[in-house]
């Protein structure tokens, strides 16, 4: 019983595709985010997702959008993917009064070529 | 910017031998702090944490350390084990806070 998924794990695409990623969490969780590894494994929120208020960090360009079917899935959509756009992108869940932090999915490494 | 900081990329320790992974953090805000270990092709999984109200948290082999007028927490790994090799991740969160602050981690490898 995987807490956290993705999907896909590896995902290679070429420049100017449009791709997405899936997340589900099955914790029961209120709260969810995409997170970013770049190349320097500076591990970087890009989004958390709450009772349906988004928080966007202001860096990420806006060619990346979450979607929030209900409370136990944020998927993440990239429009018009460029090179710079490869790293591996985790999913997490966190619950709200509970200090261990987040539960993270195993990660999606995204090429583009 | 970053507010969270691990300056040494990486450790090796003799397997039985104290690891002490360090970790550094410029804001003041940050009232909880958490240690993630990570292996290839996996998520990030959580260790152990401490609040700020505390100065030292320990679970089994794990200690972790908080000196908050120096912004210093360490990890002490005893005796370190060779399934102890990972990437280790410091967190931080401010109060009030859902986000987490991620340093850039430090890989152990455990020499057996």
């Known amino acids: 019983d995987t807490a956290v998924s993705q999907t896909p794990k590896y995902l290679v695409t070429q420049m100017g595709n449009d791709k997405s990623i899936k997340c589900e969490q099955n914790?029961?969780?209120?709260?969810m985010y995409w997170y970013k590894q770049d190349s320097k494994k500076f591990l970087k929120i890009m989004f958390s997702y709450n009772n349906k208020e988004l928080i966007i960090n202001e860096t990420v360009p806006n060619r990346f959008s979450p979607k929030s079917p209900d409370k136990a899935h944020l998927n993440l959509h990239i429009n018009s993917l460029e090179l710079g756009d490869s790293a591996v992108y985790f999913c997490a869940s966190s619950q709200r009064g509970l200090n261990y932090g987040y539960t993270f999915g195993s990660g999606t490494r995204l090429t583009v070529v | 910017d970053q507010q969270v900081k691990q300056n040494s990329p990486s450790l090796s320790v003799q397997e039985g031998r104290i690891s002490i992974l360090n970790c550094d953090y410029t804001n003041s805000m940050f009232d909880y702090f958490l240690w993630y270990k990570k292996y290839p092709a996996e998520g990030p999984t959580f260790l152990i944490s401490?609040?700020?109200?505390?100065d030292k948290n320990e679970d089994g082999r794990f200690t972790v350390f908080l000196n908050k007028s120096a912004k210093h927490l360490s990890l002490h790994i005893v005796p370190s084990q060779p399934g102890d090799s990972a990437v280790y991740f410091c967190?931080?969160?401010?109060?009030?806070?859902?986000?987490?602050?991620f340093g850039t981690g430090t890989r152990l490898t455990v020499i057996p």
């Open positions: 914790l029961g969780h209120d709260t």
């Open positions: 401490i609040s700020s109200i505390k």
């Open positions: 967190a931080a969160r401010e109060t009030g806070a859902n986000n987490l602050f």
